[in-house]
């Protein structure tokens, strides 16, 4: 059975940082890109990064360029979101998702990040 | 960024009835959709791929269509189970982008 478990989030600062982790487990974890997908409280589903399944590309929508690095473990079958120069408008629960081609096939249960002084 | 316009923002019906989500994206997305299902306080799961193709265990009363910038999602026969906020998402261009969610209710 396909297990993605999110962990680290949290409250923090605006400007301060944050790193997100996501245990993978029931397949090969370094056959398959992944992705970070947020929503932010009540609202819709953001893309917000994506790693190729060896680590050697890395994809990264236009609000967090410069700001968040994804990046993973193959020995460790573990992703991660390292969230730097966190603004409020970070404030959502973060989910960890293997794709499947350019869709999300599995989704962990989300970690909930909170960007507040 | 390719816009994906979902409609109607909210929707009840009885269970038995069959009930019927659009999706039109801003530019023409070659059947690169996918629908998602997030029932309350869950993660989403998803139901269809490249328009038209169940994912594994989804029930045969959900069924996509479309091409072009039209994409639908129909639910036959409405479940209690039913219950949930349907998204859909074009993985077409980068970046990926998500329609703003149906949610769907039962009257």
């Known amino acids: 059975e396909v297990q993605l478990v999110e962990s680290g989030g949290g409250l923090v600062q605006p400007g301060r940082s944050m790193k997100l982790s996501c245990a993978a487990s029931?397949?090969?974890?370094?056959?398959?890109?992944m992705a970070w997908v947020c929503q932010a409280p009540k609202k819709g589903l953001e893309w917000v990064a994506t790693i190729s399944y060896d680590g050697s590309s890395t994809y990264y929508r236009d609000s967090v360029k410069g700001r968040f690095t994804i990046s993973r473990d193959n020995a460790k079958s573990t992703l991660y979101l390292q969230m730097d120069s966190l603004r409020s408008e970070d404030t959502a629960t973060y989910y960890c998702a293997r794709h499947e081609h350019y869709w999300f096939a599995y989704w962990g249960q989300g970690t909930l990040v909170t960007v507040s002084s | 960024d390719i816009q994906m316009t979902q409609s109607p923002a909210s929707l009840s019906a009885s269970l038995g009835e069959t009930v019927t989500i659009e999706c039109l994206a801003s530019e023409d997305i070659y059947s690169n959709l996918a629908w998602y299902q997030q029932k309350p306080g869950k993660s989403p799961q998803l139901l269809i791929y490249y328009a038209n193709s169940l994912n594994d265990g989804v029930p045969s009363r959900f069924s996509g269509s479309g091409s072009g910038t039209q994409y639908s999602l129909k639910i036959n026969s409405l479940q209690s189970e039913d219950v949930s906020i349907y998204f859909c998402?074009?993985?077409?261009?980068?970046?990926?982008?998500f329609g703003a969610g149906t949610k769907l209710e039962l009257k």
């Open positions: 029931g397949f090969t974890f370094n056959n398959y890109d």
């Open positions: 998402q074009q993985n077409y261009d980068s970046p990926y982008t």
